[in-house]
């Protein structure tokens, strides 16, 4: 990592308050040249804290950016931070219109050309591509990293038209805690407790809404692009990580938007900015890409960006299976259009007589984590003992060539069920000689769902039927010598969240299966794909106090042998303690734990707890947040339990706790 320090810019911030059309403020903090003349506006725009959650990774870019001729503002969504308001639903409109208000009043300052971009990751690269759908006139240009443009079958809460249990839970547990946290007082001033109690009687656990809608409907059409790509004006740089869930929206962002305005770039990595070193690498000179990106949309520079390739991915050779790679080993490749005329379907059709699945509950413990964030558990484990739990079908890999694929497989299966209901997924692993099972890829259909993700279809008890979906996108070469192995379950947990009548699984006829891989031709030309090294602004100088504690595991698996019990404790690891430069003293603490029976789709359980501390010694000033969350499933429906308490010092000044039960109709 180069630390940058010498610009062409000098450069100052400040903290203002950004005035929406209802009266309600946003907090922003705002990096500019020092320039006389007007500079185009760049935005990001969370729920996450400028003043301490992102500071870190905001001090990272923001002054990078005015270093090089823009104001870089990062701006709280209503209801977060020291924002005014009350929160809201994720994306919700209200989220969307303040989003475009603070478009406009960016594009309408005086040190502003009127020319704005947008940037993000995660929930604010998803806002930055619903604001530019909205076609604010002065958004020129955005930048989305790691983000989805389909709520519904591309985000945290379904997948394949099933229950997303690990982040359908997970999520909206860590949003009710970010929710309740008080805005800060060095920040707003006395008037934060009064602020912060009216957030709190605004608070609604999101999971409510979320289980609410278990189809594809209006709920979750709303700020999907996918429903109409057209609507985007902006040209849009589309980035996204091989182990990143959200990476098909950029093969879907590359092939539906105009080629005159839209790259796209995918490299080996988690759910993080491509720049921040954080496994898997190689790493790239992330914030010089978008600087090309932002000089030729917002000041017209005749850079060639775009003359770049459409699509810049990276492929990963044949690696043995582990948890965290510093770096994978692979090489860049480019394509010219998507879908590409190098990439061709090939069928494996499968062989063997018909065989029944019905996979132990507990199948998918060895998933790793919905969210790779670059820890040391994330990735998933050597694949043996999932496969030893599903049905594998295996396709030698010739001796000479590797096989290369690049975009989404896609599997036809012929199956018949003895009950309603059910779910498939399918993994997609390279198996090395010795045996070893890497997971490349995977994917998941909710049989309900076979027919489309707006409605719930019973399976005809009995009969045979021919389902298809795709599998998550990828880049991978199966080397010579290798195994491509395509495994498939009955159960998946935690991510697939399972129905009661699912343990009996079905039967596969394999006369009637195929795995399609897209299978790309190498080429000459792929060299000459090169990133600068990453480099940085100076960072902000966060202290992470040293503890005698002994830290939890990342991921651990427990076994009750005497009740059939597997239980899974996960530390999220979002941040732990730290003290900022400021004095603030920030302490976070989170865990969740998955159970469920082998035999019993009933006792799947997933239970979340967090803590946050945030104190100022200097002015007296001690907010803590707890909170538990619960859900668990009946055979007509889901119950959720959540709770928040909050405290100002030892006094409890805000308890609530909410219990309901949701029908199941479909998930």
Known sequence: MIIRTDFPYGTTHEDVRIPLPDGVELYARIWRPVTDEPVPALLEYLPYRLTDWTSPRDRQRHPWYAGHGYASVRVDVRGHGCSGGAPGDEYDARELADGVAVVEWLAAQPWCTGSVGMFGISWGGSNSLQIAALAPEPLKAVVTVCSTDDRYDNDVHYMGGSVL??????????????????????????????????????????????????????????????????AIGAAVLAVGGWHDPYRDTVLRLVEHLPPARVRGLIGPWSHQYPDRGLPPGPAIGFLQETLRWWDHWLKGADNGVMEEPLLRSWISDSHPPATVYEELPGRWVGEKSWPSASVIPVPYVFQGAPVEVASPQHTGLDAGRFFPFGNDADLPPDQREEDAKSACFEFPVGREEPVEILGRPSVTLRLRLDVPYGQVVARLCDVAPDGSSTLVTRGALNLSARRGRDRALPWPVGAYEDVAFELNGIGHAFAPGHRIRLAVSSAYWPWIWPRAGSEAGWTLDPAGSALTLPVRAGSASDGGIVFEAPEQAEPLGVVFPATLDEPRPERLVVRDVARGTWRLEVDPRYGGTRVYPDGLEYGEDAEEVYEIQDADALSARARSRWRIRLHRPELGWDARVETRSEISCDEGGFLTSNEVVCREGDEVVFHRTWERRLPRAAG
Do not use: I, K, N
């Not at 999971?207 to 057209?230: F, I, M, N, P």
């Open 165 to 230: 249990a690990v982040d359908m839970h997970a999520w909206a547990a860590t949003m009710l805690a970010f929710a309740s946290r008080p805005p800060d007082p060095q920040f707003v001033g006395d008037d934060w407790r009064r602020q912060w109690l009216e957030r709190l009687e605004a608070v609604e656990p999101l999971v409510h809404t979320w289980l609410s809608h278990q189809t594809r409907d209006a709920y979750w059409r709303h700020g999907s692009v996918c429903e109409d790509y057209t």
